[in-house]
Nanobody
Framework: QVQLVESGGGLVQAGGSLRLSCVASGRTFSSYVMGWFRQAPGKERAIVARISASSSRMWYADSVKNRFTISRDNAKNTVYLRMNSLKPEDTAVYYC???????????WGQGTQVTVSS
């Protein structure tokens, strides 16, 4: 497992942008599939985006396609989530997670709050 710490959340108006960062400790970050999840009040945690270890493959939930971009810098042990055209329904706690190609995520950050005002 790796230890993960997210940052970059905050309050933004609808239509605005934020970039979340997640820094990992440990020397195995480059071998992990990384994902961003979110959990809104009263809802289950859901995956938002996923990126392969080499950045060759990305996947996005339909709700964020063409608005969010996931990327990573293995030299910096960091994964990012660039969020554009934010909507109030994007309001949630965002978590980064590390896992494998089977979609099993076993390392989690503590989460960062994103609030989008209308």
């Amino acid at each position: 497992q790796v230890q993960l710490v997210e940052s970059g959340g905050g309050l933004v108006q609808a239509g605005g942008s934020l970039r979340l960062s997640c820094v990992a400790s440990g020397r195995t970050f480059s071998s992990y599939v990384m994902g961003w999840f979110r959990q809104a009040p009263g809802k289950e945690r859901a995956i938002v985006a996923r990126i392969s270890a080499s950045s060759s493959r990305m996947w996005y939930a339909d709700s964020v396609k063409n608005r969010f971009t996931i990327s990573r810098d293995n030299a910096k042990n960091t994964v990012y989530l660039r969020m554009n055209s934010l909507k109030p329904e994007d309001t949630a706690v965002y978590y980064c997670a590390g896992g494998d190609d089977n979609g099993l995520f076993d390392s989690w950050g503590q989460g960062t709050q994103v609030t989008v005002s209308s």
